[in-house]
């Protein structure tokens, strides 16, 4: 598990995580983003961004992974972007 949070965002302003590169992610690997406010999960593999609403102090995220069987291949970068 990997925790981060992501601040900096005014209140009401959008926020967009993006995981472009999933090419560089084994194919045995689940990853799943865990908004740690509301434990909410999201399939990282099928999309490649999530939006969220700021509430203007910082948010806590989760990235889980797991493994479903052994595999050599590094993970993706991830990035945030107000709009």
Do not use: H
């Amino acid at each position: 598990e990997w925790r981060f949070a992501v601040d900096g965002a005014t209140k009401g302003e959008r926020v967009t995580l993006y995981w472009p590169n999933f090419t560089a992610v084994p194919s045995n690997l689940q990853l799943q983003l865990r908004d740690n406010a509301t434990g909410t999960l999201y399939p990282m593999k099928n999309n490649g961004k999530w939006a969220y609403t700021a509430t203007g102090t910082a948010q806590s995220f989760s990235i889980i992974g797991t493994q479903t069987s052994s595999s050599t291949k590094s993970s993706t970068a991830l990035s945030a972007k107000t709009s």
